[in-house]
């Protein structure tokens, strides 16, 4: 128990409580020996007295606040159940996290949802790390098993133990994972793909929904998977225990039977499952019983899809997985077969013979319907060695069926099993070791408990053995390690609770004993448990209120368990005729499941204890003698020698809740289970002893300010020693080891006290004297400044004084200036008034006579006027009357000519007859003289009218001439009379003219304000035009440029596509490679001499698509050769030479291989397959071509008509001229963006060309070319290289030679040592003149042979970085002399080149997968250099030495006991990651290669270096502080600086590690306030909202000047995240293996010619001739 003297006011402690269990409480006084009661406070403000009985009844003590959330329960300073239970809260509640550590415990509690830290990037996190670095996960769980057995070469254990619903079958599953990712390769091979799919079986078959758990496993497991030589999964291989057989007949209400039956039922519409004559679940009497056949958000139907492929993987046929699917459905219809009673009393039973359901069973088993009924009411008796037929009740009978169906999905649940394991053994080598991995079911205890719950808690109380011996084994070896005495441990063991269980005569003896008589009973069998341990072992009890019932007193908790049943199940009883009737069945799958086993033998599944066969008569009792309990016992031996022979790892599964809520955490149930799993006893043990332990270093550091007397640094241990025993009185409290101080439960909180009150005192003396310096300081400060401010006070009264006398002289002179400007302005005013009026007075009277004058002028215009017209008159009537004498006159003589005339007519007719012609002309001029009588006849007449108007008119003006003389003689009379009148009417009107003035002025003015405002308006709506433009702009540019970076990123997603599957080619090509050195190795090895192969053939190197695969043979498993034995000749063809494969590669053009025979079936398939995906790949990429191409002009097309919408909208808002201003601007800006999206839409389809060029892996099509040019004359092109110089000759002799000596055979001296290039450079040369010649199989078989040659060699120094590098120019070099002398390369402008003849474009391919292979194999190699140090050296070193030294956080600083941490990696600084990266950057400087290369391999490998470290910060609670954010700092300004110093800023690796950047600056920002929390939000932008809350509820001060991140502040971020929109998705951790495609700019190198370098003699290549 702690210390008396730290209950202390203001200490809190713990009390309990009925709801919460334990609530916390804080002291109100001290507390002094001898109080009968303290005084307490609660959470909730109530004061109350607790009582005590000192010491023992003290409450305990909580633990600092520093410790809240702790992630190893062992390392609180108080070890108690309180401490525990809320630690659990908190970390599950206010942090989420599900896992904690207890010593060598994994405490995970289920969150009922899914939660992202499972995926791949956390699986890279927890490789390779230390357990007690990293926080709390499965994960870490399973790694350090792994390492484990890696490096001691032992095998392991993960033993997952927790009741129904705890999560133990998802915790299982997620280390076999975890197991298959890390113990395989990069994609899961064959055996990590099954070992995976086992799940999905065994969870179909053996788990169901209990009230507890929608998927609660029925059984226990045990899986062994087995590891090779290298640390990969070879095989697997799985033990089962204890499968509950009465789910199969009986279901509780709201559970349901095995999942597997409602899958079938929910399939029942497929196919294939209509002969199976399904029906839905409610119809099956044993899948309805529960009520509740479905499970929210689970789809069984996919389920049993589920299961189908997880069956095909294990390479169970599809009609064997019919045969199994028909053995469940019999199952069911059995369950529906009607038994009906007879007899007297119901003694007979029978089965109606056209029972449907028996007839279904009957049919998919392959048996006699009425052979089955028969037997399913009548049992064989031998009386006397005579057999005797005896008919059952119908309650036997309907027993008898139920235990033949639960006897039938027991046997085949346990062929299932073995199959699996079949599939799973390794058959290729022996496994060298193992990791199990236990799913068990935990302690139970309900209402009422049975035979299951008695098996359930017995191996609990096995396991919980083993686990306790374990701990104390641990703690015993810490203890041996520092030399201390480990006999003062006290260790409870539960051997007399197992002794009464499994002892001589104990219960299990008896039970057994019991079914062997023949009369044998539960009562009978409790009574003598009674009479046997009711006085003589303390821990079996009988209830007071029952005879049938007996109570244990378990490890956990007292359970009491009901007799009724016992014997039955323990029996397990099932009758031999029904198992003779299966058989005989004609199903073999039937029949082999019920075959009978060699004497002497037991069950095949002896390792699965479910049940034994128990038959009638002698034979059967002597075959099948064994019961369930005997077995379980056998099958737990088994385990438990198997458990201590690894090195177990205890993983405790907490249920929180019972209602299955997210994040909800009951109390109760939570330390039910807690007291049940053996946690508590874990802290027990380690309360018992020395639980807090100090290395002597963090101890001195901690504790310095306590230790008295001479301090010597350089012997801390020796000072230590000599100072805790005036510290602690009591030597029974500590201990000295030899590396590491101990303490008892409770001291180290008495040195923090100690430590807190020196420090308390230290503070006090440091704040007397610092305020007293302050105050005096202060006085001085108030002193000098009263004598300041009395000199200026007195200078301002005297300042002051002057002011006056100034001020009173200005006044008196403004005065004076003011009176005679007022004057002054007075006179003006009067002056300028006078003048005023007088102007108007004269204006006035010049208007005056100037209106006179206008009266004047119009009298005598109106005068003149009438005067004119009078005179015009008057002329008018004197010629009238002229012309009327004239016409007068005229007439008289006229007359006379008439009278005159008619005499001469008279006289005329004597002439007629001398002259008849004149008769005609007479007669004309008589009509013409009437015509001129009526004209003038008819001008009189209106002569005379005329007269009569002109005198009326004449007489009108007369008398109107009469009356205006009048009018103006009597207006001259009254002209000074109407004066008076007329100056008030023209004052009148002036007024009125004036307010007319006025009124126009003010709608002038009100016309002027509203042409402002229509220019204002004019004006905003030209700026909102403008804007609008603008913003149709801009989203007309955002969308072009997403449609550019969606170009982009799938572009780039396709070249890394493209990429992985060219690494993937590589891997495989590795393999290959391996199995044929096996291969060629064994055969030699069989061989009976060595002969010696020409080093020259081993040159001639096939390509990767020509290269024969060879591996050992795969035989068919018995099953398969059983299964091809019974079947139809269709099922014969799994040996067939024709594959699908072969017409598939024809379907898509894919050619044939033309190389040897591969002799491996399954490498051969694969390698095929590969092919056919590049040529699928191909195709695909050429129709994205396509639809890119019509997207680009679409888009191009897009903004165009987007311009017109605007320009035709703006056409209604504003006047022409503004519209088309607007317009021809904006025609000009999109002119500018179409252009310059048309250049990126070209260079889009330069790379999309480029990167259709490198998709198609070689030898995918033939080509018919070669023939052809063969076949034709030589081309001018021809004739033109004829003519070339500078060439290199090989002869085709020498050519194995040249690649030997110039690729193969180089040294990495004389590599180093030659001219960058040079290689590439001769053999282009060599290509060159071949080509020449005209031989162009000779050409493409150099260019193979330079492949070929050049791959072999990147294997070779697949270690060396400079080698690579070299490697990579040389085939990056000699890919672009090849394509810039390509004949299908447009040669415009460039007359120096000469294209070859050659179709070479299959080799550029080539070059160009080979350049990417060493592209990657070059990271390759950096990466694994940089891999081990990145942690270290960011996080751990120290760049800025003391930093972390000048505090320690206050901890036990133990570490775990089952984990060994590794040692840092020697030289794991910054020195050494920016040494490696200057080591790839000198490689790939020195082979002169392009900068934009060099900023591509270094983004990589800057974003691997930033994401490890990312993600290793984010999962270690010690490095999130704030010392550490500025050492991470450091560490990145050093890479900024490198990086800035190489030029090597601009290629994106600058930009990968902004989040390190910003994670530095939030572990060293203010975590306090509001404003803190918005700065902190705004500032780090690059992380996400899970990564930020995950480091502030990581955060850990490592000093007492630092305080903690509150929950409230970790609440105020999270809110304000709540309004910050990410585009990428919600994740914790980063993609590590993220691979950024690599491209390779076309660089048209100088025209190549043997005079531009000299060819060392190094090479021995001095066969070649020049040209």
């Known amino acids: 128990m702690a210390t008396t003297e730290l209950y202390t006011k203001g200490a809190c402690v713990w009390v309990s409580d009925p709801e919460a269990v334990w609530v916390s409480a804080q002291l109100l006084r001290d507390y002094r020996p001898g109080d009968q009661q303290i005084l307490i406070q609660l959470t909730d403000g109530t004061e109350t007295e607790y009582p005590v009985m ?78 007690a670095d990293m926080e709390p996960h499965i994960f870490s769980v399973a790694e350090d098993a792994y390492r484990t057995m890696i490096r001691e070469e032992k095998n392991q254990s993960i033993i997952i133990s927790g009741e129904s619903g705890s999560g133990k079958t998802v915790s299982a599953k997620f280390t076999m994972r975890y197991f298959a990712v890390v113990g395989g390769a990069a994609q899961q091979t064959s055996v990590e793909e099954k070992v995976l799919a086992s799940n999905p079986i065994m969870e179909a078959i053996g788990n169901a929904k209990t009230t507890r758990n929608d998927n609660s496993s029925r059984f226990g497991k045990y899986i062994e998977i087995g590891f090779g030589h290298k640390g990969d999964i070879i095989g697997a291989n799985m033990r089962t225990y204890l499968l509950e057989k009465s789910r199969v007949v009986f279901q509780a209400a709201e559970e349901r039977n095995y999942h597997i039956f409602y899958q079938l039922c929910a399939s029942e519409d497929l196919p294939e499952f209509r002969s199976l004559k399904l029906d839905s679940a409610e119809n099956f009497h044993y899948t309805n019983q529960g009520r509740n056949v479905h499970i929210p958000d689970t789809d069984d139907a996919v389920e049993l899809e589920r299961t189908r492929n997880a069956f095909t993987v294990l390479g169970v046929q599809p009609d064997q997985q019919m045969e199994i699917f028909q053995i469940m459905a019999a199952i069911l219809h059995l369950g529906n077969v009607t038994i009906q009673a007879s007899g007297r009393g119901g003694e007979r039973s029978y089965i109606d013979a056209h029972d449907r359901s028996l007839a279904i069973f009957a049919k998919l088993l392959g048996v006699e319907g009425a052979q089955m009924a028969q037997w399913l009411c009548h049992r064989r008796l031998a009386v006397g060695g005579e057999m005797l037929v005896k008919p059952m009740t119908g309650q036997q009978a309907t027993e008898a069926r139920d235990a033949l169906a639960k006897h039938m999905y027991e046997q085949l649940f346990t062929w299932t099993v073995l199959r699996l394991n079949s599939s799973l053994r390794a058959h290729r080598q022996q496994p060298k070791s193992f990791i199990g991995v236990l799913d068990i079911y935990g302690f139970e205890t309900f209402d009422r408990n049975s035979f299951e719950q008695f098996c359930i808690n017995y191996a609990n109380e ?148 479910n049940g034994s066969l128990r038959h009638s008569g002698k034979r059967a009792h002597r075959e099948h003698k064994l019961t369930v309990g005997f077995q379980f016992r056998q099958s737990l031996q088994v385990l438990m020698e198997t458990l201590n022979s690894t090195t177990p790892h205890y993983v405790r599964c907490i249920k929180p809740n019972d209602l299955k809520q997210p994040f909800l955490f009951d109390p109760k149930r939570a330390v039910q289970q807690l007291r049940a799993c053996g946690v508590l006893e874990t802290i027990r043990i380690s309360a018992a002893g ?327 308006e004019r004006d905003d709506l030209a700026i909102l035009l403008q804007e609008h433009e603008k913003s149709q702009q801009e989203s007309r540019r955002q969308t072009v440029d997403q449609a550019d970076a969606s170009l982009r990123s799938e572009l780039e997603e396709e070249r890394r596509r493209y990429q992985s599957l060219l690494r993937e080619f590589t891997r495989l090509e590795q393999r290959y490679d391996n199995l044929r ?424 490998l800057i974003h691997l270096l930033a994401t490890t470290t990312l993600n290793s910060l984010l999962l270690r609670k010690d490095m999130c502080c704030w010392n550490r954010g500025l050492q991470i700092r450091y560490n990145v300004s050093l890479l900024e600086e490198w990086l800035r110093s190489r030029s090597l800023q601009t290629g994106g690796a600058v930009t990968s590690l902004e989040p390190l950047i910003q994670v530095a600056q939030l572990l060293q920002m203010g975590k306090r306030t509001e404003a803190d929390g918005q700065a902190m939000v705004k500032t780090c932008n690059a992380l996400t909202n899970q990564q930020i809350v995950k480091i502030l509820s990581l955060y850990t001060p490592q000093s007492d000047t630092e305080e903690r991140v509150t929950l409230n502040f970790i609440r105020i971020v999270q809110g304000l995240l709540k309004g910050r929109s990410e585009g990428q998705p919600p994740q914790l951790l980063l993609d590590v293996r993220r691979v950024f495609p690599v491209t390779f700019p076309y660089q048209p190198p100088a025209p190549a010619s043997d005079a531009q370098f000299k060819i060392p003699e190094s090479l021995k290549i001095s066969f070649l001739r020049r040209i």
């Open 462 to 609: 096995k396991l919980q053995q083993q686990f306790n011996r374990h701990v104390f084994q641990l703690e015993q070896e810490e203890y041996l390690r520092e030399e201390l005495p480990w006999n003062r441990i006290e260790f409870s063991d539960n051997q007399p609770c197992i002794a009464l269980i499994e002892g001589q005569l104990g219960l299990l003896d008896l039970l057994d004993e019991e079914c062997r008589m023949p009369k044998g009973s539960d009562e009978n069998w409790a009574q003598k448990l009674y009479d046997q341990h009711l006085d003589h072992s303390a821990h079996f009890r009988k209830p007071r209120m029952s005879n049938s019932a007996f109570i244990v007193l378990h490890f956990a908790d007292t359970v009491q368990y009901e007799c009724d049943g016992f014997l039955d199940k323990n029996r397990d009883t099932v009758f031999e005729e029904p198992i003779n009737i299966l058989r005989a069945s004609q199903s073999e799958l039937v029949a082999e499941l019920f075959q009978k086993e060699p004497a002497g033998e037991v069950l095949p599944n002896s390792s699965l204890p």
């Open 690 to 1016: 020395y639980p807090s332990r100090w290395t002597y270093e963090e101890f001195f550091t901690r504790y310095r300010v306590l230790l008295r007397g001479s301090i010597s640094t350089d012997d801390v241990r020796r000072s230590c020693q000599r100072t805790l025993p005036d510290l602690i009185p009591d030597p029974e409290q500590y201990y000295f080891g030899k590396t590491k101080v101990f303490f008892r439960a409770g001291q180290v909180a008495v040195l923090e006290k100690l430590r807190g009150d020196k420090l308390h005192a230290a503070g006090v003396l440091i704040q007397s004297l610092v305020r007293g310096w302050l105050q005096r300081k202060q006085y001085q400060k108030l002193r000098w400044a009263a004598l300041i401010l009395q000199r200026y006070i007195r200078g301002t009264l005297a300042r002051r004084s002057v002011w006056s006398f100034r001020y009173t002289r200005a006044a008196l002179i403004l005065q004076k200036t003011y009176r005679m400007l007022a004057v002054r302005q007075l006179y003006l005013t009067i002056r300028e008034a006078a003048i005023k009026i007088q102007s108007f007075i004269r204006g006035a009277q010049a208007r005056r006579i100037y209106r006179q004058l206008l009266v004047e002028r119009a009298v005598v215009f109106l005068q003149a006027r009438v005067r004119g017209w009078l005179a015009r008159c008057r002329f008018r009537l004197i010629r009238g009357a002229v012309v009327f004498l004239q016409c007068c006159v005229r007439r008289c003589a006229a007359r006379k000519v008439l009278r005159r005339l008619r005499a001469e007519a008279r006289s005329v007719e004597r002439f007629r007859e001398l002259n008849k012609g004149m008769e005609v002309k007479l007669m004309q001029l008589q009509l013409r003289a009437d015509q001129q009588a009526r004209k003038s006849a008819s001008l009189r007449e209106t002569l005379q009218a005329e007269r009569e108007a002109h005198s009326s008119e004449l007489e009108q003006l007369r008398s109107s001439l009469l009356k205006l003389q009048t009018q103006l003689q009597e207006n001259i009379i009254a002209a000074p009379l109407i004066t008076e009148k007329q100056k008030e009417e023209r004052r009148r009107a002036e007024e009125r003219h004036a307010q007319e003035i006025l009124h126009l002025k003010q709608e002038i003015e009100a016309i002027r304000a509203e042409g402002k405002a229509l220019e204002k």
């Open 1077 to 1500: 050195d096996m291969s060629m190795f064994s055969n030699n090895e069989r061989s009976r001499g060595h002969r010696r192969t020409d080093s020259t053939v081993s040159l001639e190197a096939l390509s990767p698509v020509s290269t024969p695969f060879s591996s050992s043979p795969v035989f068919p498993s018995p099953e398969e050769v059983r299964r091809v034995s019974v079947t139809s000749p269709t099922d014969r063809r799994l040996w067939s030479t024709e594959q699908p494969m072969d017409v598939l590669m024809e379907n898509v053009g894919v050619a044939k291989d033309t190389a040897e025979k591969m002799k491996g079936e399954d490498l051969r398939h694969a390698y095929d397959a590969v092919r056919v995906a590049n040529k699928f790949l191909e195709t695909q990429l050429l129709s994205q071509r396509a639809q890119w191409e019509e997207e680009i002009s679409a888009l191009r097309i897009k903004p165009q008509e987007a311009q017109d919408t605007a320009v035709d909208a703006d056409l209604k808002v504003l006047n022409s001229t503004c519209t088309q201003i607007l317009t021809l601007s904006c025609h000009s800006d999109l002119a500018e963006q179409v252009a310059v999206r048309d250049q990126e839409c070209s260079r889009l389809r330069r790379e999309l060309k480029e990167l259709k060029h490198t998709v198609t892996l070689r030898r995918i099509l033939s080509y018919a070319g070669p023939a052809v040019a063969e076949s034709q004359d030589p081309s001018p092109a021809l004739q033109k290289n004829q003519m070339l110089t500078g060439l290199l000759e090989c002869r085709k002799k020498d050519e194995n030679k040249l690649i030997k000596h110039l690729i193969t055979d180089m040294r990495v001296e004389v590599g180093l040592s030659l001219p960058s290039g040079l290689a590439a450079r001769v053999l282009f040369l060599c290509i060159r003149q071949a080509d020449c010649s005209g031989d162009q199989t000779r050409v493409k078989g150099l260019c193979g042979a330079a492949v070929g040659g050049i791959k072999n060699t990147l294997k070779k120094y697949g270690h060396d970085l400079d080698m690579t590098a070299m490697w990579l120019k040389n085939a990056y070099l000699l890919k672009d002399l090849l394509q810039q002398h390509s004949p299908r390369q447009d040669m415009k402008g460039s007359e120096e080149l000469v294209p070859l003849v050659t179709d070479i474009q299959e080799s550029v391919r080539a070059l160009s997968d080979l350049c990417i292979q060493a592209y990657q194999q070059l990271l390759s190699i950096s990466e694994s250099r940089l891999q081990p140090i990145i942690v270290p050296a960011m996080l751990e070193s120290e760049t800025i030495p003391g930093l972390s030294g000048s505090s320690v956080k206050l901890s036990s600083g133990r570490k775990r006991a089952a984990s060994d941490p590794r040692a840092p990696a020697e030289g794991a600084s910054m020195s050494a990651v920016l040494r490696e990266l200057g080591a790839l950057h000198t490689a790939l400087s020195r082979q002169d290669l392009a900068s934009a290369l060099l900023e591509q391999a270094f983004h990589q």
């Open 54 to 131: 000192p010491p023992a009844s003290l409450p305990p003590l909580g633990n600092p606040d520093i410790l809240e959330g702790e992630n190893d329960l062992t390392a609180l300073t108080f070890l108690h159940e309180p401490a525990v239970l809320h630690n659990l809260r908190v970390r599950f509640l206010d942090y989420s996290s599900i896992y904690t550590y207890c010593g060598i415990v994994l405490v995970a509690l289920n969150p009922y949802e899914q939660l992202p830290i499972y995926g791949e990037e956390v699986i890279d996190a927890y490789s390779g790390q230390d357990m």
